[in-house]
């Protein structure tokens, strides 16, 4: 969709079936209906070392349907890691899998359904949205692979704002302005439409919305349900369009340089806007309203910095000789983004990351 206010209407749109279900308790009173609208009687939970407490309660309430609890999810879904829920899910012959936990749980759980062709049901417990894309991911040799398949994208997602209420706070922002990312990119993206700018738009407005009250009062449940309601739209936004510089940024941040994926997220987003910003107005102009603010990428590293996240790519352990490398790298490859891509573009970008510079419109 062009991003002239004046352009005709021009626009494909393409959403695939998922069903929601949104409501405090939801993990324990809503999964087992979920599978059984599915036929599933022998599921797989699948979860992280840390979510292990949340996934078995939610086990116990499938009750005769659980055909047991893997608890071996780990960032970026190493390939051993995914052969090992692949064997599991074999060995207990499970006729699907229910993911709970964060992007790496669901990330798991995509990775058995591409193997397997196994439906999936994801149970979200932070902010990275994936629950709402068929990407999958999987790192194998340090290199990371991305692809689209439908078979991976969750049947159903139960959202239950009681399961994030004991996401700490730091991880609550930088997973939250993850989310964010996915609005960001949707708005400029090639594929955008009229529908997924207003998720977009309202994703972020409830996001920051949710995330400032969130960091006051952790235990507020009706704003870790409005920030759960952020990540759904933002999630969506994700699923139905084709992200640009950022998101290619931070997979080779996090692929090649072993960064940590919210954080950089968090770090590089306003940066990655300001190069963007003249080539993407009406984006801007809807980041705008939803932030209430007429200097969207100062408003945006502002936001996050306020709320304690870290403002430098140095913080987060790179090294200013990666510098050049990660521009290299992340210039040689073809994606779409509304503002040309140089090596020397992103370098004057992720030197301003590095550094916490004040994001200038121009990038440079
Ligand atoms: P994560 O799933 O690795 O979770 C981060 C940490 O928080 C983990 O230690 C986890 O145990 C803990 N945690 C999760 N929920 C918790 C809770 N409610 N309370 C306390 N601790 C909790 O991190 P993430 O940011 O959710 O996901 C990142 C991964 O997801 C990356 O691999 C990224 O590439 C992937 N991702 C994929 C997509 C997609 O569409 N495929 C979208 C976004 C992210």
């Known amino acids: 969709m062009s991003n002239s206010p004046e352009s005709p209407l021009d626009f494909s749109y393409e959403t695939r079936p998922a069903r929601v279900v949104f409501r405090p308790g939801a993990a324990v009173s809503a999964t087992p209906a979920e599978a059984a609208r599915l036929g599933l009687h022998r599921v797989l939970v699948i979860c992280g070392s840390r979510g292990e407490d949340v996934a078995r309660s939610v086990a116990d309430a499938l009750g005769d349907s659980c055909a047991g609890v893997h608890a071996g999810a780990r960032m970026h879904v190493p390939a051993e890691v995914a052969d090992r829920a692949v ?96 609005a960001v990119e949707a708005l400029y993206a090639p594929d955008a439409s009229p529908l997924v700018s207003l998720m977009a738009e309202e994703g972020v407005r409830a996001m920051t919305g949710a995330l400032r009250r969130v960091a006051e009062a952790p235990g507020d449940l009706e704003a870790r349900g409005r920030a759960l309601y952020g990540a759904w739209l933002c999630g969506a936004c994700l699923g139905a369009t084709t992200m640009g510089l950022h998101h290619k940024l931070c997979h080779v941040l996090g692929g090649t340089f072993g960064l940590p994926h919210a954080e950089t997220h968090t770090v590089v987003l306003p940066y990655a806007l300001a190069y963007n910003a003249a080539a993407a107005p009406q984006a801007i102009a809807a980041l705008s309203r939803a932030l209430d603010t007429d200097d969207v990428p100062h408003a945006l590293r502002q936001f996050a910095g306020d709320l304690g996240a870290p403002r430098t790519l140095a913080e987060l352990g790179l090294k200013e000789s990666d510098l050049s490398r990660a521009a290299a790298e992340v210039a040689t490859e073809s994606y779409p983004n509304p503002r040309e891509v140089t090596a020397h573009g992103v370098l004057g970008l992720l030197t301003a990351a590095y550094e916490g510079w004040e994001p200038r419109a121009g990038g440079e």
């Open 87 to 182: 064997e599991a899910a074999r060995e207990v012959g499970a006729d699907g899998c229910v993911a709970v936990g964060g992007g790496s749980a669901i990330g798991l759980g995509k990775a058995v359904a591409l193997r397997t062709g196994l439906p999936l049901i994801a149970v979200p417990t932070t902010y990275s949205g994936s629950e709402m894309t068929s990407v999958w991911g999987l790192t194998e040799h340090g290199a990371k692979r991305t692809g689209r398949d439908p078979s991976v994208q969750p049947r159903s997602v139960v959202y239950d704002p009681g399961l994030t209420l004991a996401l700490p706070v730091p991880l609550s922002v930088t997973s939250g302005v993850n989310a964010l990312a996915h």
